[in-house]
């Protein structure tokens, strides 16, 4: 069975910084695309950033030049670095991770990320 075990949510201050992990256990193929995605209620699941295996990179519009993401292929694990945090980047973050073969999706169980004085 396979897990996507994510961690590093939380409360954080406008300006303020967090770092999301993500790491892929159980019996998962060969790791080709891995990500991050957000979802506020009442809106659709956004792209935040993804990176391919051969660490190419594509990241939505609003955190452009704000977060970084990077990945551990040997760990199958995936970091969202997040800087310059504003209130509109509330929201619940699900790490995604698509296989090489067959192009399989798995979806973490998501971490809820708060930015508010």
């Known amino acids: 069975q396979v897990q996507l075990v994510e961690?590093?949510?939380?409360l954080v201050q406008p300006?303020?910084?967090?770092?999301?992990?993500?790491?892929?256990?159980?019996?998962?193929?060969?790791?080709?695309?891995?990500?991050?995605?957000r979802q506020t209620p009442g809106n659709e699941r956004e792209l935040v950033?993804?990176?391919?295996a051969g660490g190419s990179t594509n990241y939505g519009g609003p955190?452009?030049?704000r977060f970084t993401i990077s990945r551990d292929s040997a760990k199958r694990t995936v970091y969202l670095q997040?800087?310059?945090?504003?209130p509109e980047d509330t929201a619940v973050y699900y790490c995604r991770v698509v296989t090489q073969l067959g192009a399989v999706?798995?979806?973490?169980?998501?971490?809820?990320?708060?930015?508010?004085?």
């Open 7 to 10: 961690s590093g949510g939380g």
């Open 15 to 37: 300006g303020g910084s967090l770092r999301l992990s993500c790491a892929a256990t159980g019996n998962i193929s060969q790791v080709n695309v891995m990500g991050w995605h």
């Open 49 to 52: 950033a993804i990176i391919t």
């Open 63 to 65: 955190v452009l030049g």
């Open 82 to 86: 997040m800087n310059n945090l504003r």
């Open 105 to 117: 999706n798995y979806w973490g169980q998501g971490t809820q990320v708060t930015v508010s004085t």
